[in-house]
């Protein structure tokens, strides 16, 4: 099936380009979520009209998209999730949970939006993309960790820490010195 593209869409082709795809693909993707439309003569030439208007308010979200990855440089959140001993989630970190960290950081980003290319299912620091147009995408650095502490913990070793890690922790404030206690004198 040959469709026309509305908009740039990854590993298939920019904006105004006729590419052919499988049925499915168009019919289940594309066209519901209007990134192309059927390639016939007639919407050839709706195109053609439309191109300019089309082209001026993809530049206007591409501005846009780049003003929020200026504010969004180095990113690093932290998502919290019950783990074993060995470090193996009870579950998964989805792109939801990406997004909602990523809200409560202050930064307003879909779910769809947030690329997850292997599933996160260990304890430490993962890289992630974030797609806020299809021509402008960040890396998002996801701190994912049993608490808060060990999350301090994690970033300040750039990976993840085991559970003997946070006993050793435990062990060496427990064994710190206390300051030594000034001596009273009886005299009288």
């Known amino acids: 099936m040959e469709v026309i593209l509305l908009e740039r869409v990854e590993k298939l082709g920019q904006m105004g380009q006729v590419v052919k795809v499988r049925p499915g693909f168009a019919r289940n993707y594309l066209l519901p979520q209007k990134k ?9 030439a709706f195109f053609e009209k439309q ?5 001026a308010v993809n530049l206007e979200r591409r ?10 440089n180095d990113v690093s959140v932290v998502v919290i999730r019950q783990a074993g001993e060995t470090g193996v989630l009870y579950g998964s970190v989805t792109p939801r949970d990406v ?3 990523l809200d409560a950081a202050g930064y307003k980003v879909d779910r769809k939006q947030v690329s997850i290319e292997t599933p996160i299912k260990t304890l430490g ?12 995408s960040i890396s998002v650095t996801v701190n994912v960790a049993r608490s808060q502490e060990e999350a301090e913990l994690q970033r300040s070793r750039g990976g993840m820490v ?11 404030i427990e064994e ?4 030594p206690e000034a001596e009273v004198s009886e005299e009288g």
Not at 51 to 55: G, Q, S, V
Not at 125 to 136: A, Q
Request: aromatic share 2%.
């Open 63 to 72: 501005k846009d998209a780049e003003q929020v990855a200026t504010k969004m």
């Open 36 to 44: 192309a439309m059927r390639a016939t003569k007639a919407n050839m």
């Open 51 to 55: 191109k300019a208007h089309l082209e």
């Open 176 to 179: 710190a010195p206390e300051a």
């Open 99 to 101: 997004a909602d960290a």
């Open 162 to 172: 085991t559970a003997a890690d946070l006993r050793d922790d435990e062990d060496e």
């Open 125 to 136: 620091l993962f890289k992630l993309r974030v797609v806020l147009h299809p021509e402008v």
